[in-house]
């Protein structure tokens, strides 16, 4: 009963280098999607998917790249990383009956940039 | 860009209170969605409303949404310090592409002392 699975969870980086978060997913969603979460700013929407192959970009998607090579997973790749970065990244999966949305977030990764 | 406000940022009350958390919107959503966070997880869906005016009950938790469906409310009644959490509204556009792009609010922490 896995849901949305996040790694790694914790993360300290130097200015400038490079990482990839990693997103799997075992519901069978097309939709996926990945967040940013700063203090005071609620969620804020990076980069999403609506299926394998087909991605695009959020609210705030400078500075990140994603792929979906397959339904189950959604990395992000942070090119070279900020420390306007920091923050917690949280990983969504959506499933749709309808009008009705109901997401499922992973733990979240909790990204310091030094 | 769709924009929500939500309100109070912070509530601190004691419990056997009353409260009332208000997400507001000029853009008409298909659907609205209230999250609650604990520390160190993912937000996690509580109720989804989609039909202007519509009123849905969760125990002690009334949400509303808004004629226009612009806005919605949670409502807690006789609060418990186990409702103690961050509460998030999202909103969902799910015209043509939209899948999986949810708007959040600055979220509401509530605390509940004993």
């Known amino acids: 009963n896995a849901g949305v699975t996040q790694t790694p969870k914790f993360q300290v980086l130097k200015t400038g280098q490079s990482m990839t978060l990693q997103c799997a997913q075992d519901?069978?969603?097309?939709?996926m999607s990945w967040y940013r979460q700063d203090p005071g700013m609620g969620l804020r929407l990076i980069h999403y998917?609506?299926?394998?192959?087909?991605?695009d970009q959020g609210e705030v998607p400078n500075g990140y790249n994603v792929s979906r090579s397959t339904t189950e997973d959604f990395p992000l790749r942070l090119l070279s990383a900020a420390p306007s970065q920091t923050s917690v990244y949280f990983c969504a999966s959506s499933s749709y009956r309808g009008r009705e949305t109901e997401a499922f977030f992973g733990q979240g990764t909790r990204l310091t940039v030094v | 860009t769709q924009l929500l406000e939500q309100s109070p940022q912070f509530l601190s009350i004691q419990e056997g209170e009353n409260l009332t958390v208000y997400c507001n919107s000029s853009?008409?959503?298909?659907?609205l969605q209230w999250y609650r966070q604990e520390p160190g997880e993912g937000p996690v869906l509580l109720v989804t409303v989609v039909t202007g005016g519509e009123v849905k009950k969760l125990k002690r938790l009334t949400f509303q949404f808004g004629d226009a469906r612009k806005d919605s409310s949670l409502h807690i009644t006789a609060a418990q310090p186990g409702d103690t959490g961050l509460y998030l509204c999202a909103g969902d556009d799910a015209g043509g592409t939209s899948y999986g792009k949810l708007t959040f609010g600055q979220g509401t922490i509530l605390t509940v002392h004993p």
């Open positions: 519901m069978n969603h097309e939709y």
């Open positions: 998917s609506v299926g394998a192959g087909i991605t």
């Open positions: 853009s008409v959503f298909s659907s």
